[in-house]
C-alpha cells in the first residue's frame, strides 16, 4: 500500500522537530514524492547527512513502501 503525503510529512516531522516539510506527489502514484525539509538542526551539517537524518525519520520506509524520494533539505535562511 502506497504511503500518503501526510504520513511522510509526519514521520518527518516526528524525527526532526521543528521542521518545516513540503510534500509533492511526482508522479500521482503514491510511490514518487518530492520533499523539501527546512530545519534549524540542519545548520553545519553536509548535504549527505541531512539526508540521513530524514531517511532515519522516515523508519526504514524508503526503498520499501516508498519507492523514490527526491529531497530537498537546508537551514532557515
Avoid: W
Avoid at 501526510?6 to 510511490?31: H, Q, S
Wanted: glycine content about 12%; cysteine-free.
Amino acid at each position: 500500500m502506497p504511503m500518503k503525503p501526510g504520513d511522510i510529512e509526519d514521520m518527518i516531522r516526528a524525527g526532526i522537530p521543528g521542521a518545516k516539510v513540503t510534500i509533492r506527489d511526482l508522479a500521482g502514484d503514491g510511490d514518487h514524492y518530492a520533499a523539501e525539509v527546512v530545519a534549524e538542526v540542519f545548520r553545519g551539517k553536509t548535504r549527505v547527512q541531512q539526508h540521513q537524518m530524514v531517511y532515519n525519520a522516515l523508519q526504514g520506509n524508503m526503498g520499501g513502501v516508498l519507492h523514490a524520494l527526491a529531497l530537498q533539505t537546508s537551514a532557515p535562511d
